[in-house]
DNA sequence: AAGTTTTTTATCGCAGGCGATTATTTCATT
DNA sequence: AATGAAATAATCGCCTGCGATAAAAAACTT
């Protein structure tokens, strides 16, 4: 092996991206008994933070493309989860809303960030080893998303 | 705001989805130039240090399904990055291997690790925080991929 | 006011990523 | 040898995720 740092292990885009898919994973359960996706519950914490947002707001908080976003919330929309309509002050704007449906589903999911957290402490890692890690995620975040 | 655990900052989900987005976009204009896709990059870097798996070994490393590395290496097949061949020894089995094309790009790629922690630390991040970084997320895996 | 630029959302096409299922081969058991 | 179980890869369908582009509205410039 001559290049040692093109080993996966020793990258860290590697890990980041195996750790995204199996935490998404974990959530999978959680999120089948609510019947949404995992982008979705993520638009859904959003909206359930403020109500009533724009594509955009939406697509900066989740750092995630428009193009992304649309077809989602037009899915979320089919599924009776939020409403879209375009702002009469702006006509660009297409304001989001919660439906009743989707905010009632804010009590079902308040139990899947403690029931993961647990899961995640049943391994060797320490509740201050997940906080740093946090921490450290949210600074590269930080410095790449500028 | 009832539910505080509910905020995407407050949960470990969102800062490892969003940093996996971000450092595979850091990616995107080395690997442009090589012509191929992250994935892909993952699929050679593996290949790199075994020439000679099959899509089962492959997809393991990967921590992928076989479901989405066959119409990947399929691709690569087509570019002619890679080989496949059934194996005479056991007919259920798919040998793939790196043709010479696909062998000379690590010359190239050897680089981008070099690159990509050299913008990273343009960050206030320091190198230790990358490594701890790195082998938090490792335990992360460690832990959920049994 | 007219023309230009910017903002905002949507559309299109393509490559993952994965659950469910299938087809084939090999292994294990009787 | 015959049968059932396990392993391996592939297929299908759906939902992201994103680059490129378009369409419409608003803001800006002259």
């Known amino acids: 092996m001559e290049y040692e740092q093109l080993k996966l292990e020793n990258q860290l885009c590697f890990p980041v991206y195996a750790a995204s898919r199996l935490i998404t994973r974990e959530y999978q359960p959680f999120l089948d008994r609510l019947e949404i996706t995992y ?78 957290e647990k899961r995640l402490l049943d391994s060797q890692l320490e509740i201050d080893d997940l906080v740093k890690l946090k921490e450290r995620l949210n600074d590269v975040i930080e410095f790449l998303s500028k």
């Open 39 to 116: 982008p979705q519950y993520l638009v859904l914490m959003v909206l359930w933070e403020t109500n009533g947002l724009t594509v955009n707001d939406i697509a900066r908080k989740l750092l995630l493309n428009t193009n992304t976003i649309t077809p989602l919330l037009k899915r979320m929309e089919q599924q009776a989860l939020i409403t879209r309509e375009r702002s009469k002050k702006d006509e660009r704007k297409v304001l989001v809303k919660l439906t009743s449906k989707g905010r009632d589903l804010q009590e079902q999911a308040a139990q899947i960030p403690e029931a993961l």
